[in-house]
């Protein structure tokens, strides 16, 4: 059953920085699609980053362009969210996604994969 799982999340103060790692298990980590996505109190849930399965291109919400850094780790089977200079408006439930490809899809197993969640929250 492939899997993923989201961690790092937590309080931190105006200014700082987390990363986030998501690990997927039970498939081949290089025949998915990572994302991350948030949702925030009151609003829909929103993609934060994702970068394809080899790596090669990476997708950011404007509102974190230039602070946020998705990158792939094939040896731990993770992708990790880089988040600096993080403010307030950044506090939400993050989700971690994982969409195998079409050339790798099989029925016993799910297009995509969501993780439960971690939290983040900036405040002072």
């Known amino acids: 059953q492939v899997e993923v799982a989201e961690s790092g999340g937590g309080l931190v103060q105006p200014g700082g920085s987390l990363r986030l790692p998501c690990a997927l298990s039970?498939?081949?980590?290089?025949?998915?699609?990572m994302s991350w996505y948030r949702q925030a109190q009151g609003k829909e849930r929103e993609l934060v980053a994702s970068i394809t399965s080899n790596g090669g291109s990476t997708t950011y919400a404007a509102s974190v362009k230039g602070r946020f850094t998705i990158s792939s780790d094939y040896a731990r089977n993770t992708v990790d969210l880089q988040m600096n200079n993080l403010n307030p408006d950044v506090s939400a439930m993050y989700y971690c996604?994982?969409?195998?490809?079409?050339?790798?899809?099989?029925?016993?197993?799910?297009?995509?994969?969501w993780g439960r969640g971690t939290l983040v929250t900036v405040s002072s």
């Open positions: 039970g498939d081949t980590f290089s025949n998915y699609a």
């Open positions: 996604n994982a969409k195998v490809g079409p050339i790798f899809a099989r029925p016993e197993y799910p297009v995509g994969v």
